[in-house]
């Protein structure tokens, strides 16, 4: 082989697909997969004052992990790209935790957790510092009313989580935190029941939680067309460029078929009468997905 022959194109294409995993390796940071656990975690509070606490060395925030769940014995976590309803019920609301809810409900102190924006690296390069771990606030807004001796909570809270924009080549794909809010829903409806629960200490507070994950920061619309289903099951760019590529492959097949079948037979007999056959092929292959947006 000379070497100024050209390299087929398939090699080529393989060789620029193995340079682009090696490059990638190098330097991309990890993100979640789908069902990936996020693990929350919150602000320690003085229950005192409400103030958060630092650590003594540090000066830096602590952080705890969000109080531990009866149903699965874990501090409440969320799964990547998992839409689900999720019950977190703490076991025993003790004196200080009391008085921190009243913190939270009277929004003296907020409930101020966060999330890691993507997992911790596993691969550890020797002589590099590992990447800082970067995270994004979740502000649990709870809901409820004081009492003298007791309180009513709205137990019921959408949790909205956003990843970063990207291009999605598949369903269930795996992304980074952008963003997240979470809020009691019906605040002023709790005092007839429904999700609400009244609270005394020593009690268990049994939360619920809806939690619903965007494909980007962008939050959905249904009449102006970008639509939401999930991250399971959302349509994607990628589904809109395939669309567009079957429409064009039909249409150039529609041609092909036309032009080296149909005409000839036309010209030879117009023994197709009034069938349309460009009607019955799949020019309009396309636009079967119309509807779907892109993200
Ligand atoms: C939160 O801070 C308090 C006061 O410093 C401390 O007693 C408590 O152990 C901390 N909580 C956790 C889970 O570390
Ligand atoms: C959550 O708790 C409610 C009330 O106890 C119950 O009806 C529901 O089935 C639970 N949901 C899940 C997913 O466990």
Redesign the pocket.
Known sequence: MSPSRPRPLLLQLLLFLAALTLAAAETVLPSYHYGAPIRVECMNRSSETGEHIESPSTHEIQWIPFPTCAETSLPLEFHYGIET???CTIPMISDPFFHLLEFYIHSDAPLSCRLPARPAPHIEVVGEEPPVQEYIPLVFALAGTLQLSHMHISTHMNVLLHSTPKHHIQPRDSGVLDSGTAYSTSPLTHMEGGATKRLVIGDPL?L?FSVRWFPTPALPRVEGKVEWSGMGGHIYASTVFYSIVSFMAGAVLSGVYFFGSVLPRRLRGRGMGGATPLGAMGVGNGWGYQKRAMD
């Open positions: 309803e999720l019950n049994p619920s």
